[in-house]
């Protein structure tokens, strides 16, 4: 069983920036392993949870094309923390945020952090 913890979700205005971090633990895991993808995923009020960022264990990262080059998705191995930093940020940026895992079929999900953007 793995835990995931998120932090870094409040109110910002439009423009402005938040960076979101999650800490995994549990059951040994660790980001040193290969075979995983971690990331973020977000949903909004009446639609559905749709990825935004991740990163495998190799290191390849997946960006939805609505933050691509705009969120930056970083890990830190040694403290198996995973970061967004989501600059410029937009009023349709609002939702809650959820970090993901998943690791030989199962998915284990963090508890949300509300992200508002105020306009």
């Known amino acids: 069983q793995v835990q995931l913890v998120e932090s870094g979700g409040g109110l910002v205005q439009a423009g402005g920036s938040l960076r979101l971090s999650c800490v995994a633990s549990?059951?040994?895991?660790?980001?040193?392993?290969?075979?995983?993808?971690v990331g973020w995923y977000r949903q909004a009020p009446g639609k559905q949870r749709e990825l935004v960022a991740a990163?495998?264990?190799?290191?390849?990262?997946n960006y939805a094309d609505v933050v691509k080059g705009r969120f930056t998705i970083s890990r830190d191995n040694a403290k198996n923390t995973i970061t967004l930093h989501m600059p410029s940020l937009k009023a349709e940026d609002t939702a809650v945020y959820y970090c993901?895992?998943?690791?030989?079929?199962?998915?284990?999900w963090g508890q949300g952090t509300q992200v508002t953007v105020s306009s």
């Open positions: 549990g059951s040994g895991f660790t980001f040193y392993a290969m075979d995983y993808e």
């Open positions: 990163v495998t264990g190799g290191g390849t990262t």
């Open positions: 993901h895992l998943v690791q030989r079929g199962i998915n284990y």
